[in-house]
């Protein structure tokens, strides 16, 4: 069994800075990539942005320039550094993961997190 706990959501002020943590735990043997998506009210999830093991990174286009995705592999956890938030932020945010589980070698699984609300309003 593996798990991925997120904290860090919150309310921000637009402009504003928040930095998501997400914890992977549980029957770990390897980790491959890890990402954030979210999704707004009304709107289908997105991705948001991704990490491999060996740190290789995607954003979305609406999001270049303003987050940053990092992640400590000794620690299982992956982060996302928001800056300059806007309103159009506003969304549950889900960590996910490729995880090779001890309990099972053969294949990865995809995990996801259970969601932190990230809210941007003046």
């Known amino acids: 069994q593996v798990q991925l706990v997120e904290s860090g959501g919150g309310l921000v002020q637009p402009g504003g800075s928040l930095r998501l943590s997400c914890a992977a735990s549980?029957?770990?043997?390897?980790?491959?990539?890890m990402g954030w998506y979210r999704q707004a009210p009304g709107k289908q999830r997105e991705q948001v942005a991704t990490i491999t093991s060996g740190g290789s990174t995607n954003y979305a286009d609406s999001v270049k320039g303003r987050f940053t995705i990092s992640r400590d592999n000794a620690k299982n956890t992956v982060y996302l550094q928001m800056n300059s938030l806007k309103p159009e932020d506003t969304a549950v945010y889900y960590c996910n993961a490729d995880v090779l589980s001890t309990t099972n070698l053969y294949r990865y699984l995809e995990v996801w997190g259970q969601g932190t609300l990230v809210t941007v309003s003046s």
């Open positions: 549980g029957s770990i043997f390897s980790i491959n990539t």
